[in-house]
């Protein structure tokens, strides 16, 4: 990996065209001139954070898949331990963003810390995190389209929800905030903010209502069905091991703590605010999910009538036993509808500025397309519009077999795990010296142990989240994480063949160096 220094500074070696604005010929820590506009502010990003983590909106929305590994305290157990490994995951990544503040992410590092190996690690570091992400902006959409119709369908009794209904609301979902995130580039940071003020305003909201009207209405569950009542419907005798594979639901929640730091270069002095907005992501989401989740069991009724209901949305049945009314669940879905949306903006954020930092590497098909910046919008205009046509592309699997596109998505923990091991397990096989600390930087032996955790914790869940859900099991009730995850690696790997010999890979930028823009660092 080169190393970028005052002396070596040309226009050559830092793999860029005088296309830039500046003037001043400094450059950002990817070794790359500043093209973007720096524009969203800490209360901006930490705002992007709290919204695309989405984690309460998340772990509800997935609680009736959760529910089998365990029951009520099994959803809740489960999510405080993979809370904790994503927070030792988080600080990792912190670190690592801390020191070198780049667009790419996992990509930049992976190229940094692997050092000699550099080169494909950052490879499959980089292509591992953007189609987890484009699984990640799948899915975002896919709750948004399902919350939709879930909200029809409980005005509506006896209406059966076809695929073909959430794949219109899908693509409207898609396809608006596509066009958001290219047009109103300059209104994002703001849009951002509000969407962390409605997460936090939303939580707060539905946990009052779930803790507030059941006492009129349907009553409370018990604390034993709450915190106690062990109910392992998995089909493994192991309760340990089905506890292990329920931790998938939590770290679906829990696990973006990279979201943020794609947007190291719009983001003035990066190397102190995405540690604190990271922070300001994971104490938010954990303590959010936490009392939600404790809040909805213990308004749940019937839950039988909750794993049975018909709407795609089990928040909808849920909130519906807990104030007694179709209108009193339209509005706490409301709720969760509207963060979702402005989660969606955040993921095409995210997903697109890994591709474009990728394709300027020329790690990508047609990367010179894809490099452009936008001098209109200020923006990666193209890899935007990709990323909307990949999606659209994957919502017409939805159409075709749920299945299918369960697999797809099911992917993105694992995806965007092998994206951090290859980051984080080379820094610390390295001892931790192929780095020069940034503003947050863990000394002495603490940052050995929580690397060390880390990759440990990372190694064995990719493992355990390939097993079946549930067995027995049949060709639709299958895991096909391992199938779709070694599928799309192999085309990584081909790709890789066919462009080493031109791929140069990021370069490394030290915080100290007199070519760096003051507002990068």
């Known amino acids: ?92 990544i912190a670190e690592l963003a801390s020191a070198m503040p780049s667009s790419g992410g996992v990509y930049h590092w992976a190229s940094v810390t692997a050092g000699p190996h550099g ?27 399902v919350q939709c119709v879930s909200m029809y369908a409980l005005f509506h009794d006896g209406f059966e929800i076809q695929r073909w209904q959430v794949f219109v609301a899908y693509l409207i979902c898609i396809w608006s905030c596509c066009f958001i995130t290219l047009y109103a580039n300059k209104a994002l940071p703001i849009i951002e903010s509000i969407g962390g003020f409605l997460v936090i305003a939303g939580v707060i909201i539905s946990i009052l209502v779930c803790a507030i009207m059941p006492h009129y209405k349907g009553g409370y569950a018990s604390t ?20 292990c ?74 909130y519906r036993q807990s104030t007694g009314s179709a209108g009193g669940s339209l509005g706490l879905l409301i709720l969760a509808f509207l963060p979702s949306l402005v989660a969606t903006l955040g993921c095409y954020l995210t997903a697109s500025r890994v591709f474009w930092t990728l394709a300027r590497d020329k790690a990508t098909p047609f990367h010179g397309f894809f490099a452009v910046v936008n001098q209109n919008q200020r923006n990666p205009f193209n890899s935007i519009m990709l990323c909307a046509v990949i999606c659209t592309l994957l919502g017409c699997i939805y159409v075709g077999s749920q299945t299918a596109f369960n697999a797809f998505i099911g992917s ?17 096989l390295t001892r931790r010296v192929n780095v020069a600390p940034g503003w947050f930087w863990m000394k002495g032996a603490s940052g050995f142990i929580v690397n060390g955790i880390s990759c440990l914790y990372i190694i064995a869940f ?35 063949i066919s462009r080493s010999t031109d791929y140069v890979g990021p370069q490394f930028v030290p915080l100290e160096s007199a070519i760096l823009a003051k507002d990068a660092i």
């Not at 993105?412 to 610390?428: C, D, E, G, N, Q």
């Not at 079946?468 to 070694?486: Q, S, V």
């Open 462 to 496: 990719i493992v355990i989240f390939c097993f079946p859900f549930a067995i027995p099991f049949d060709a639709a009730t299958m895991n096909y994480t391992c199938l779709i995850t070694g599928g799309l690696s192999v085309f990584v790997a081909i790709f890789w």
């Open 119 to 145: 080169r494909v690690c950052g490879w499959f570091a980089g292509w591992w995190n953007f189609l987890a992400w484009i699984l990640g902006l799948t899915a975002t959409a896919q709750i948004v389209a």
């Open 412 to 428: 993105f923990v694992v995806l965007s795990s092998l994206s951090y091991l290859a980051a984080i397990l080379p820094h610390f």
């Open 1 to 92: 990996m080169e190393k970028v220094t005052e002396q070596k500074h040309t226009t050559d070696s830092i793999g860029v065209e005088n296309q830039s604005p500046d003037s001043d010929g400094l450059i950002n820590a990817s070794g790359h001139r500043q093209e973007l506009d720096r524009n969203f502010h800490f209360v901006h990003i930490a705002g992007l954070g709290i919204t695309s983590g989405n984690t309460w909106i998340a772990i509800g929305g997935s609680v009736t898949v959760a529910i089998y590994n365990g029951g009520p305290p099994g959803v809740i157990y489960e999510l405080v331990v993979a809370s904790v490994f994503y927070w030792l995951i988080a600080a990792s």
């Open 224 to 243: 034993k069905f709450v915190w106690r009542e062990w109910q392992n419907q998995t089909g493994y005798t192991s309760n340990g091991f089905a506890f």
């Open 245 to 318: 594979l329920g931790m998938l639901n939590g770290a679906f929640a829990v696990g973006t703590p990279d979201v943020i730091t794609h947007m190291a270069e719009e983001i003035p002095h990066p190397s102190k605010n995405i540690p604190k907005a990271i922070l300001a992501q994971f104490i938010i989401g954990f303590f959010t999910a936490f009392f939600y989740l404790i809040a909805i069991f213990y308004s749940i009724n019937d839950l039988t009538t909750v794993l049975e209901n018909p709407y795609l949305f089990p928040l909808a049945e849920i």
